[in-house]
């Protein structure tokens, strides 16, 4: 049994492995520029440890991170849609 399962679980295991996954999928998109990625990334990092925080009262501390990391994510994305709107930021 490994280190991290031990922790985590394996459903934790399964859903920090799926928002890995996610994150990766994301950064290969042409479309998305440099300043997008690193919002998004900060909002799903932040959101990630936040997420696994409060899950890790309830007992699921996998499934918090995942769930946080994937609101951070997409918080991320539109705090840079509306900085681009609001201020030109291209």
Request: charged share 15%; hydrophobic share 45%.
């Amino acid at each position: 049994m490994s280190v991290m399962r031990a922790v985590i679980g394996s459903r934790g295991t399964k859903a920090v492995a799926v928002a890995g996954i996610a994150a990766c999928l994301l950064t290969a998109c042409d479309s998305v520029d440099n300043r997008t990625v690193k919002r998004a990334g900060v909002g799903a990092g932040v959101g990630a440890v936040t997420g696994g925080v409060i899950g890790a009262f309830s007992g699921n501390w996998g499934a918090g991170a995942a769930a946080g990391a994937a609101i951070g994510g997409a918080g991320g994305y539109l705090y840079d849609q509306i900085k681009k709107d609001n201020h030109n930021d291209k």
